[in-house]
């Protein structure tokens, strides 16, 4: 009776080491998105990137939320982005193109956002390719709809950043204080434009993630 026993959970447990894992081509495979789906509020929960600053930035940026409305063309949205950098609120305002689910900045520089897997039902996980001149970044981001989510999405994203052999991600503290709504807007091309074309500052923040990465990490 106890060798049957005994066969019985070598079964099980063969059984369940056997169950297959999401391999990357399935965690980063686009999923499909409607231009509706997009509006409305999202909170940036964390994220990782390559961009210079990024890491270093992430000790002083406090929160991030895009609020994404329709425009007149059915293809274009507008993105009202605010920040919350040292204690200091700002705001940019910016259009995009939204098409099969993908979005597009064409000018002043070309950014490419699809959109990945995720069990959460209020998740956006963005993924997304900027170029600029010569240089090329890449970002892996999550937005919710809820200031907290559970640990699975969070150890998810992390998967999905290995697959992309980025560091893992950063996450906010959802605690928090949001910036207002009625934030002062500035235009969001030209500014995020005038960051990726300054080289000085790509020399000064990557060596400031360095230091980031040496001392927090």
């Given amino acids: 009776m106890r060798m049957k026993c005994f ?3 070598l079964g099980l447990l063969s059984a369940g080491c056997s169950a297959p894992l999401l391999s990357c081509d399935a965690l980063l495979e686009p999923i499909s998105v409607s231009n509706e789906q997009m509006l409305g509020r999202w909170l940036y929960i964390g994220g990782s990137s390559d961009l210079p600053g990024s890491r270093s930035l992430g000790l002083l940026m406090n929160n ?3 609020d994404i409305s329709a425009t007149s063309r059915s293809n ?3 993105i009202v982005q605010a920040q919350r950098i040292y204690g200091k609120c700002s705001s940019l305002t910016y259009n995009v193109t939204m098409e099969n689910s993908t979005m597009l ?3 002043p520089f070309y950014l490419k956002e699809v959109y990945l897997k995720t069990d959460c039902s209020d998740c956006l996980v963005v993924y997304e390719e900027v170029n ?3 240089d090329s970044f890449k970002s892996l981001m999550l937005f919710s709809r809820q200031r907290n ?3 699975a999405d969070i150890e998810l994203l992390r998967k999905q950043a290995k697959c992309l052999q980025m560091p893992s991600p950063l996450m906010m503290d959802p605690n928090n204080e949001l910036c207002p709504d009625d934030t002062e807007s500035s235009d969001g091309l030209v500014a995020l434009n005038s960051l990726l074309e300054s080289k000085m500052a790509h020399r000064v923040a990557r060596l400031l993630d360095k230091l980031f990465d040496f001392f927090v990490n």
Avoid: K, R
């Fill in 7 to 9: 066969v019985v959970f």
């Fill in 64 to 66: 991030i939320w895009l």
């Fill in 76 to 78: 274009v949205l507008n």
């Fill in 105 to 107: 900045i064409e000018h």
């Fill in 132 to 134: 600029s001149t010569q």
């Fill in 149 to 151: 989510i559970s640990p």
